[in-house]
């Protein structure tokens, strides 16, 4: 069953950025890929290993951002930045897919989807505070492009 990114499984108001299903998911996907990119080439490392580390964990860490903030403009601010790390991420995962560095990805990109699915449902319930905007990443929140 999937929640509301910024309830808990219990239905109840989350009380630390760790009570967020989208923060543990993206936590978790930070986990696995900093456990995947140990085996890239070291020619890779620098450029495409540490890219996707530090993506990676910068998603968590702006919705940590996020949550923390009380202006619903900077919520909406380090959400927007969280997306945008994602968006990099789902590339880098790509590229690396492709140049054979990543094996058997199917569930990264499961992991992946549902924390798509999460960013829609944050930038929702932003948008019932404030209005409608803009998804994250330029697209309009009502297409379905």
């Not at 760790?18 to 996907?29: A, R, V």
């Not at 890929?33 to 540490?50: D, H, N």
């Not at 990676?56 to 927007?80: C, S, T």
């Not at 944050?122 to 697209?139: F, V």
Request: glycine share 6%.
């Amino acid at each position: 069953m999937q929640t509301h990114p910024h309830e808990t499984r219990h239905n109840r108001k989350p009380e630390t950025v760790e009570d967020l299903d989208i923060w543990q998911k993206s936590d978790q996907l930070c986990e696995e890929l900093i456990r995947k990119t140990k085996s890239f080439p070291i020619s890779e490392w620098p450029a495409l290993g540490q890219r996707i580390k530090n993506s990676a964990a910068d998603v968590p860490i702006e919705i940590e951002k996020g949550f923390l903030k009380r202006n619903i403009q900077d919520k909406i601010h380090h959400y927007q930045a969280a997306f945008d790390s994602f968006i990099e991420l789902r590339y880098l995962i790509r590229l690396s897919e492709s140049m054979g560095y990543i094996k058997k990805p199917a569930p990264l990109y499961r992991h992946m989807q549902e924390i798509d699915q999460m960013f829609t449902g944050l930038i929702r319930s932003m948008e019932k505070k404030t209005g409608p905007r803009t998804r994250p990443g330029g697209e309009s929140s009502g297409s379905d492009a």
